[in-house]
T-cell receptor, first 113, second 108 residues
Framework: DADVTQTPRNRITKTGKRIMLECSQTKGHDRMYWYRQDPGLGLRLIYYSFDVKDINKGEISDGYSVSRQAQAKFSLSLESAIPNQTALYFC????????????FGDGTRLSIL | KNEVEQSPQNLTAQEGEFITINCSYSVGISALHWLQQHPGGGIVSLFMLSSGKKKHGRLIATINIQEKHSSLHITASHPRDSAVYICAVGGGADGLTFGKGTHLIIQP
């Protein structure tokens, strides 16, 4: 089983719909992150969380919200999806020690028509 | 905000060639990461380094903190090394700043 699991893996939906992407981890890490990847732009940070009571905005948080339901679960929501949110979304985790690698989920490919 | 530049953006080479991918960043950092992304999309961490050099199999990563520059080398390249290689920097705990990636193709 994967250490960092994202669901769904693929989603096609329509403009204006509410979408939730879910991430769960079995690594016991405190820190969780949501990134989006667009062709030619690289990955960019949307939100990050250090624990269930600590949520922080990243570089491109507008149009998104998150929920840290438990140490192991971090969800990303698009309240009213728009086409330019079409992208590949990654969840990642890391240990509370700063100098530790991040562990990525397999990604969610989201298409908004 | 740290700016991360990778070069080249695209690289096609023959099997067996020595490969070098470069990464430069603008602001001092705690650590630099090299990541690999295969066509299926998944991202794997290859190296995390804050000084010197690390080696894992045919992969070698170096960093020069003073020059704000890192290189990823692949020796005896193989078609299975074909992937996107991504440099990322982290100055603290608040996530990473990524380069745009280098798309590497190794032809048999």
């Amino acid at each position: 089983d994967a250490d960092v699991t994202q669901t769904p893996r693929n989603r096609i939906t329509k403009t204006g719909k509410r979408i939730m992407l879910e991430c769960s981890q079995t690594k016991g890490h405190d820190r969780m992150y949501w990134y989006r990847q667009d062709p030619g732009l690289g990955l960019r940070l949307i939100y990050y969380s250090f624990d269930v009571k600590d949520i922080n905005k990243g570089e491109i948080s507008d149009g998104y919200s998150v929920s840290r339901q438990a140490q192991a679960k971090f969800s990303l929501s698009l309240e009213s999806a728009i086409p330019n949110q079409t992208a590949l979304y990654f969840c990642a985790t890391s240990d509370s020690t700063v100098l530790r690698p991040q562990h990525f989920g397999d990604g969610t490919r989201l298409s908004i028509l | 905000k740290n700016e991360v530049e990778q070069s080249p953006q695209n690289l096609t080479a023959q099997e067996g060639e020595f490969i070098t991918i470069n990464c430069s960043y603008s602001v001092g950092i705690s650590a630099l990461h090299w990541l690999q992304q295969h066509p299926g999309g998944g991202i794997v961490s290859l190296f995390m380094l804050s000084s010197g050099k690390k080696k894992h199999g045919r992969l070698i990563a170096t960093i020069n903190i003073q020059e704000k520059h890192s290189s990823l080398h692949i020796t005896a390249s193989h078609p299975r090394d074909s992937a996107v290689y991504i440099c990322a920097v982290g100055g603290g705990a608040d996530g990473l700043t990524f380069g745009k990636g280098t798309h590497l193709i190794i032809q048999p």
